[in-house]
């Protein structure tokens, strides 16, 4: 199945700063790569997603990358905010048996200090 | 609000005991997955319904089980609890199988075995 790694499991910056998470996936099927917020108590939400025929997207402060060659793509926040404090899962979607499921990474906590 | 509902919202119950959590997915949606969330294994897949039928299975334990209703609505039953069952149940919904589409998912259901 597929195996998604995330990276770090933790960051901390500043105020205005940029962040950014990384993750690698193992099966090359993978074709939907979707990255979730999830603020504490709260359910995970879709930020940005990005599909496999594609290389860079962007929404306002927010990008995500995508090498398919190298199996691995990232989220990109900029002038980070405290409210951009959550823990962020990224996803690699890939289809079996006639169905799609999102394996997740395990997530990193940002923390935005103001 | 996603529209996708879960029931309840909080659940304590002893070891060894069984549960039933309920999830309502989005109108219109007909795929239906199962997560737990640990505190330190991210969100792990368990178990899709499409349409009724069982679809994909991820690490779902033999004691654990699900149903997809006519109406679509689905239950995980959880049953001869123990303590490290203890986590926060996610119900996610999509669109057809899941193909190249956001997950939605509910509020969760946070179970605690005692």
């Known amino acids: 199945g597929e195996n998604v790694e995330q990276h770090p499991s933790t960051l901390s910056v500043q105020e205005g700063d940029s962040a950014v998470i990384k993750c690698t996936y193992s099966?090359?099927?993978?074709?939907?790569f979707p990255w979730y917020k999830q603020e504490l108590g709260k359910r995970p939400q879709l930020i940005i997603d990005i599909r496999s025929n594609v290389g860079e997207k962007k929404d306002q402060r927010i990008a995500v990358t995508l090498n398919k060659t190298a199996k691995h793509f990232s989220l990109h926040i900029t002038e980070t905010q405290p409210e951009d404090s959550a823990v962020y899962f990224c996803a690699a979607t890939r289809g079996t048996g006639g169905s799609y499921i999102p394996t997740f990474g395990r997530g990193t906590s940002l923390i935005v200090h103001p | 609000d996603s529209g996708v509902t879960q029931t309840p919202k909080h659940l304590i119950t002893a070891t060894g005991q069984r549960v039933t959590l309920r999830c309502s997915p989005r109108s219109g949606d007909l795929s239906v997955y199962w997560y737990q969330q640990s505190l330190d294994q991210g969100l792990q897949f368990l178990i899709q319904?499409?349409?009724?039928?069982?679809?994909a299975k991820g690490n779902i334990l033999e004691r654990f089980s699900a149903q997809q209703f006519p109406d679509l609505h689905s239950e995980l039953n959880l049953s001869s609890l123990e303590l490290g069952d203890s986590a926060l149940y996610f119900c996610?919904?999509?669109?057809?199988?899941?193909?190249?589409?956001?997950?939605?998912f509910g509020q969760g259901t946070r179970l605690t075995v005692v």
């Open positions: 319904y499409y349409n009724g039928e069982e679809r």
């Open positions: 996610a919904s999509s669109v057809g199988t899941g193909r190249n589409t956001e997950a939605f």
């Open positions: 099966d090359s099927a993978s074709n939907y």
